[in-house]
């Protein structure tokens, strides 16, 4: 029932008509499932360049739709139907606010995926997202974890912001490099 309800508020705001658009313009084989999630596979159009992506309550792939439909790819299925219910709440607002949080997951960590919100709050495992490693001016920001003296060190700031900086050492107070 709640996806079916993400379905027609995405119909009602217009992104799933975009995404069946784009999946007609890229002439994709189109699955319809149960709780009406559309999922277009055979995606040929080079971008994004992603294997698979969601518009609206449509899922793009460049695999066959039988591909996503199959039970070993349950939770990534699952990820981007959680997208769709992204979408049933920003409606078109969606796509500057994803690619802002592109932005900034890029200057956090190096990728356009791991430190975005939207990718996060999908399931970044479930989505084929590895766990972020901060950049070393993003990871120096960190507070550090109750009794550490150092900031930025230690499990501290945001759990699904794990990880050291890029950096794999640090200098010492005589200037010499000590490995972590």
């Given at each position: 029932?709640?996806?079916?309800?993400?379905?027609?508020?995405?119909?009602?705001?217009?992104?799933?008509?975009?995404?069946?658009?784009?999946?007609?313009?890229?002439?994709?084989?189109?699955?319809?499932?149960?709780?009406g999630l559309v999922v277009a596979g055979g995606y040929r159009l080079p971008v994004p360049r992603q294997a698979c992506f969601t518009v609206?309550?449509?899922v793009l792939t460049r695999r066959p739709p039988e591909?996503?439909?199959?039970?070993?790819?349950?939770?990534?299925?699952g990820h981007e139907r959680r997208h769709t219910g992204q979408y049933a709440l920003l409606g078109p607002l969606f796509w500057p606010a994803y690619w802002l949080a592109c932005a900034w997951s890029y200057a956090l960590t190096g990728g356009y995926g791991?430190?975005?919100?939207?990718?996060?709050?999908?399931?970044?495992?479930?989505?084929?997202?590895?766990?972020?490693?901060?950049?070393?001016?993003?990871?120096?920001?960190?507070?550090a974890a109750p009794g550490?003296?150092?900031a930025g060190r230690g499990p501290?700031?945001?759990?699904?912001?794990?990880?050291?900086?890029?950096?794999?050492?640090?200098?010492?107070r005589d200037g010499t490099r000590a490995a972590r």
């Open positions: 029932m709640r996806q079916r309800t993400r379905t027609t508020l995405t119909w009602l705001n217009g992104t799933t008509p975009v995404g069946l658009a784009l999946a007609v313009l890229a002439r994709t084989t189109r699955r319809r499932t149960p709780d609206g309550a449509v591909w996503l439909l199959h039970p070993d790819r349950a939770d990534l299925l791991p430190g975005n919100v939207f990718e996060r709050r999908a399931g970044l495992a479930a989505g084929g997202y590895p766990e972020p490693t901060l950049r070393p001016w993003a990871a120096a920001l960190r507070p550490q003296g150092t501290g700031g945001e759990a699904a912001l794990r990880g050291r900086a890029a950096s794999s050492s640090r200098r010492r």
